[in-house]
């Protein structure tokens, strides 16, 4: 089934604030992996020039897929989230997410097409402070595969 | 996740040069690594779980979260420069996906990269290859990155 694309061009605000937690930080760090102390240590983050630790580049990812979700999940969109999988992602970064950021944002959906029995959307989501302080945009291309072709497995 | 180490160097632009290799990055991924990484990331795709739905839907196995891969790509340039702040701008596509065995051992990333180019404004864009296996995980991964 092709996705309606007369979602293309319509706009979320987020739900709700997202408060950064300085052990939710040191959580996904471990997950992935990553022992760099200015995501545990304060001393270590000031040390660096930041105000309190910092989050991995990645840790946007949390709260911009939790906005994403009002869209790929309104039935709508006609959208199998079964078959989805992460096309592509890139974040531009103003400055890095840190404990104590109280984060909001806007999504919007750039494009929705058909490619090869895919079915792909594009969405950016703008995120800023409560204040409207910008942090991060971050893009993020997702695949339904094999969705836009009826009977194709 | 396995830490194979990094390094701490601390680059600054004016003696970088285009072609430099950055240490490469080695790490397992097991699928309690998944699992962790679901509960951190609130990512609970049953493909990243659950054997049976990922072969149901056509993939070979359960599969890394792309954003886990993604993570684990940007440390080169993270470990690289020691203040992840550094980074400004990255980007992949994910182009194989990374399959995650049910055994003790999982799976081996390993991410290579060089700086690729010097742009203005003491940034340099370092082009990243992530390989599992034989095969590149990620396409176009890049970062722009400020360097003092």
């Known amino acids: 089934m092709a996705l309606d694309p007369s979602f293309i061009g319509r706009t979320y605000p987020a739900a709700e604030v997202y408060e950064v937690g300085r052990e939710k930080i040191r959580e996904f760090a471990d997950a992935i992996g990553d022992p760099n102390p200015v995501y545990r240590d304060r001393d270590a983050a000031r040390t660096a020039g930041h105000p309190d630790v910092i989050a991995p580049p990645t840790f946007p990812i949390i709260l911009t897929a939790r906005m994403g979700e009002q869209v790929i999940f309104d039935p709508a969109l006609g959208l199998d989230y079964t078959k989805v999988v992460h096309g592509q992602q890139r974040f531009v970064v103003t400055r890095p997410v840190r404990a104590g950021d109280r984060l909001t944002g806007v999504l919007t959906v750039d494009n929705i097409q058909s490619a090869a029995g895919n079915d792909l959307i594009s969405t950016r989501v703008d995120v800023t402070t409560e204040s409207g302080e910008p942090v991060v945009i971050a893009y993020s291309l997702l695949v339904a595969r094999g969705t836009s072709v009826e009977g194709r497995s | ?148």
């Open chain 2, 1 to 148: 996740m396995t830490d194979a180490g990094g390094t701490n160097s601390i680059p600054d632009y004016d003696s970088v040069v285009e072609g430099t290799e950055l240490p490469e990055v080695r790490t397992r991924v097991s699928r309690a690594d998944l699992i962790r990484y679901c509960g951190a990331s609130g990512d609970f795709n049953v493909i990243h779980w659950n054997e049976r739905s990922a072969r149901s839907v056509g993939l070979p196995d359960v599969i890394a979260h792309g954003m886990l891969t993604m993570a684990t790509a940007v440390r080169i340039v993270t470990d690289w420069t020691g203040d992840p702040s550094a980074v400004a701008e990255f980007a992949v596509r994910f182009s194989r996906p990374v399959p995650v065995p049910d055994d003790d051992e999982g799976s081996e990333l390993v991410i290579s990269a060089r700086v690729a180019k010097k742009l203005p404004d003491s940034r340099v864009r370092v082009d990243i290859v992530a390989r599992c296996g034989p095969d590149k995980v990620l396409s176009m991964a890049r970062a722009v990155v400020v360097l003092p």
